[in-house]
């Protein structure tokens, strides 16, 4: 199996926070889209490959129209018995996984009743903050109403597979005030949460204005905890390191995590054959003069094997409950890992299950800090 990614790196405004590649130059929306079809035509499959997910993530691609995603769409999802996917999942394949990354505001009536006529049948949104004062910190357009009335539209269209991200670790933000967000996202009955510190990266608007702000790593540590009660409580499954699901795990993103093959189309996208890693120019002008000029938009490679390939494997990996597989290991590397690992499994950090290496939950907090010392410098 394999997934296909589509960057949509259009933004009307941009995000503080934001490190992803994006643009606001909404005038050039018709003609990437048309790059991206040309690119994505005839789709490079991975020998033996058969697609099984498709993510439209961004930037913001419920930016684009409903006519320019079908453009998109339409020939990536072959009808089979007459139908494209159903939001149930029928049509192409039991299973097939169609997720699109929407802004809360774009999601009009309208909007979210013909997703599902695409076929995509799951929807993930960046709620963020349920405090309007914190989302206009950030830069976004919607308010905390907005999350709750867009959950309410796709459910009415059909959408059962939602997620929503959420982000914590503000500026002056209390364990109280992060309670409050969590309980508000709980309230919205949604399949999966994602949920991630505010980072500050160097080189975004956020890392320049509130360096010197940042909250606190005991506060941090304090509300990731909190999150995790609240939400294995409230009866979701704790998966991987930064997301939880109720009924359905992201199908698309765990492919990553497993070492599946992914094509990747559109400005700033990689790509991975199993042996191979290979990315897009990150320059929307760029990847369009390319494309339109019939030119290769790939900027660079490189091959992922020996220890590369373990290094990759320990850092994505281990970010999951199910852990590293040892079997996949040749024996240097396994002697290697099993060596580095002793000692945090005698700390309690991480745990060795049927052949699988995993973080504790105790390890969670420190995951960098292990994962770091596994790797093969």
């Known amino acids: 199996m394999a997934g296909i990614y589509i960057h949509i790196p259009f933004c009307k405004s941009r995000c503080i926070y934001c490190g992803f590649y994006s643009t606001t130059a909404l005038e050039l929306r018709q003609r990437y889209v048309d790059a991206v079809c040309k690119e994505a035509h005839p789709l490079p499959l991975p020998k033996g490959g058969e697609i099984d997910t498709i993510y439209i993530g961004g930037g913001t691609p419920s930016q684009l129209s409903i006519a320019q995603l079908e453009q998109i769409l339409a020939p990536l999802i072959p009808p089979k018995g007459g139908g494209l996917p159903s939001p149930s999942g029928r049509g192409r394949g039991r299973g097939f996984e169609v997720t699109m990354e929407c802004n809360p505001d774009d999601v009009t009536v309208q909007y979210a009743a013909a997703l599902p006529q695409l076929g995509i ?30 959950v309410q539209r796709l459910r009415d269209a059909g959408i059962n597979n939602i997620s929503i991200d959420l982000m914590y670790g ?62 294995e409580a409230a009866g979701y499954e704790h998966y991987e390191i930064s997301n939880w699901s109720r009924s359905h795990r992201s199908k698309h993103n765990s492919n990553y995590w497993k070492d599946v093959p992914y094509i990747g189309i559109g400005a700033a996208a990689h790509s991975y054959d199993g042996h191979r890693r290979w990315w897009n120019v990150a320059d929307l002008r760029e990847y369009i003069r390319r494309i339109e000029k019939g030119e290769s938009p790939v900027e660079g490679s490189e091959l992922i094997e020996g220890w590369t390939r373990y290094n990759d494997r320990v850092t994505v990996a281990l970010r999951t409950c199910e852990g590293l597989d040892l079997t996949t290991l040749t024996d240097e590397q396994r002697d290697y890992c099993m060596k580095n690992a002793r000692r945090f499994m005698d700390d309690g950090l991480l745990q060795e299950k049927a052949h699988h290496l995993a973080l504790t939950r105790k390890g969670l907090f420190v995951s960098d800090m292990v994962m770091s010392e596994l790797m093969k410098v």
């Open 170 to 231: 503000f500026p002056n933000e209390t364990l109280t005030d992060w309670e409050r967000d969590i309980d508000t996202a709980l309230a919205l009955d949604v399949e999966h949460i994602s949920s991630y510190c505010l980072m500050y990266e160097e080189g975004t608007p956020l890392y320049e204005r509130m360096r010197n702000e940042e909250c606190d790593e005991e506060t941090e540590r304090q509300m990731y905890e909190l999150l995790m009660d609240k939400l």
């Open 121 to 150: 049948n799951r929807v993930s949104m960046g709620a963020q903050t349920f405090n309007d004062e914190r989302l206009r910190f950030l830069n976004r357009r919607h308010t905390a109403a907005q999350v709750q009335q867009a």
